[in-house]
């Protein structure tokens, strides 16, 4: 696939492709020797292993020859690539990065005068160049920092991405933009954050407006500060945007079914018809506490739901919460709705005895169906190794407060008719009045989805919104906390693998 590439855009002739592409002059030499020592100095960020693989792959494919000029110039490619790379900003990645600065440098040297540039600058214009190419094409794709690193349980199922295939097409092309763009997320909410950068580093640039800004402050409010605290404010603003823009990136770029998306520091649901349009379901939610009940960050996929389910209220919960108020009055099992089940799947009678068999892990106790039961009328059953799921809760006053972590971890919903009946939607018979109905049963009844429905739980600290507006949400958990330590560290960032 590289090579017929490479021969399609016109940048080697089949016979360049030797038996193994060895080098063949002194300038191949010297560039594979870069490759080789897995280190150019020249750059920021000298150590090379995260592109080590790909730099070899393509310029073995390539002869060892420049992929960036042509007679010791700079191609269009390399300067629209360049240009491209100047702007990166924007998309909330540092040029610093990739050494955007020396890359000018060097293009202007190489492209003025006769072509009597020494050869070492030729490659180091090459080495960094590429190097800068594959670094940012794959923080777009994939983010800078691995999902499992930030969060060792988050693992999302992504397509394949050939970053040598993709290297050698943006050789091959000048129109970067395009490149970069389709390298992109093409989630609506990531779009509106990249919208919404812009918009606080420009605010952040404009001293008139800031000036504005103060005075309206101190007129609504009574208080002043200095122009310099409030460009710290939105700087802080701009950091946080370009955190939770790396969060979005470790989602999967395709998909067959439209994800439902639980965004756990904003407390809120979202499930669209296609990643292009707006929320068609939009809902408060309640998560895990910050302490000691996180709801993890991590993807799955809805299979089923349970109308009017029973709670199998787990053996923590018991051991801590439920049996001291049981031992002190057995009543409260009844009057709760709780029952106790033996090992062989039958209801016992609750006696102290039976509670001691639920201590000893050879019993369990559930809640019926009912106003009482903590699962409400309908729970979203998505496989996973932490037992968490979404469902109904009778605890509605909840969802007024502004800060919603409350539960042990799983993700309790506002409307969760709403969702039944967007996920049931394809299923004949499925209304609006069936769902009410079948939210409160006596007894469970479990539906299967026609498909699986992806869910992310995310943690984006950041919300933009197509009226120009954004929310931002406390660090709940302080994940973004350990995340912009983790950026900090350069490339190569950590990684447990090369692929996400």
């Known amino acids: 696939m590289l090579t017929v590439l490479l021969v399609t855009h016109g940048l080697v002739e089949p016979r360049a492709l030797g038996a193994q592409g060895a080098p063949s002059s002194p300038f191949g030499e010297a560039l594979q020797q870069i490759v080789r020592s897995n280190r150019h100095i020249a750059q920021r960020w000298p150590q090379l292993s995260d592109v080590t693989t790909d730099l070899r792959a393509v310029y ?24 491209e790379l100047a702007r990166i900003d924007t998309r909330g990645l540092d040029p610093s990065d990739y ?18 540039t020494t050869e070492a600058e030729v490659i180091e214009f090459d080495v960094m160049l590429s190097t800068a190419a594959l670094r940012s094409l794959r923080s777009l794709q994939y983010g800078r920092v691995s999902a499992r690193v930030a969060h060792a349980d988050l693992r999302f199922s992504h397509e394949p991405w050939d970053a040598p295939a993709a290297l050698v097409e943006l050789a091959a092309s000048t129109n970067a933009a395009q490149q ?17 950068l812009a918009r606080y580093r420009a605010l952040s640039d404009d001293t008139v407006q800031l000036r504005q800004l103060l005075q309206d402050s101190t007129r609504k409010r009574g208080s002043s500060e200095s122009i310099g605290t409030l460009r710290r404010r939105l700087d802080a603003r701009v950091l946080q945007i370009t955190t939770t ?48 009940h996180k709801t993890p960050v991590f993807s799955g996929a809805v299979q089923y739901l349970v109308f009017s389910p029973f709670w199998d209220v787990p053996s923590s919960i018991a051991r801590k919460e439920v049996l001291p108020k049981a031992r002190r009055d ?7 709705e709780f029952e106790i089940v033996g090992s062989n799947e039958r209801v016992i009678p609750t006696t102290f005895g039976a509670l001691e068999e639920v201590s000893a892990s050879r019993a369990r106790i559930r ?17 996973n190794e932490f037992n968490v799921y979404m469902h109904d809760t009778p605890a509605q006053a909840l969802f007024g407060a502004t800060r919603r972590d409350f ?6 919903l506002a409307k969760p008719s709403d969702l039944a009946a967007l996920l049931l939607r394809d299923q004949a018979g499925w209304d609006s009045t069936r769902i009410a109905t079948e939210m409160h049963r006596t007894t469970p ?13 995310v943690y984006a600290t950041v919300v933009a919104y197509e009226d120009g507006s954004a929310s931002f949400h406390d660090d709940i958990y302080g994940h973004d906390r350990r995340l912009r330590d983790l950026l900090k560290r350069g490339y190569p960032y950590p990684a447990p693998d090369r692929r996400p």
Request: proline share 10%.
């Open 99 to 116: 050494d955007v600065e020396r890359l000018g440098v060097l293009a202007r040297a190489l492209g003025v005068g006769p072509p009597s």
């Open 60 to 83: 073995t494919a390539n002869g060892w020859t420049p992929l960036w000029t042509r007679g010791g110039r700079p191609t269009p490619s390399a300067l629209s690539t360049i240009t």
């Open 445 to 457: 009844l479990q539906v299967r989805l026609t498909a699986p429905v992806p869910v992310h739980v």
């Open 407 to 412: 539960s042990h971890g799983c993700i309790r």
């Open 245 to 292: 823009l790396e969060r979005w990136r470790w989602l999967p770029h395709r998909f067959t079914v439209p994800p439902i998306i639980v965004n756990i520091p904003a407390f809120e649901l979202y499930a669209f018809r296609s990643a292009h349009e707006r929320d068609v379901l939009r809902m408060n939610v309640v998560v895990g506490k910050a302490y000691n």
């Open 367 to 383: 809640q019926r169906p009912g106003v009482l039961n903590a699962l409400g009328g309908v729970k979203f059953i998505f496989p």
């Open 180 to 196: 970069f763009a389709t390298a992109e997320p093409p989630y609506q909410h990531y779009r509106l954050l990249v919208d919404a």
């Open 330 to 336: 057995l009543d409260y099992l009844t009057r709760n």
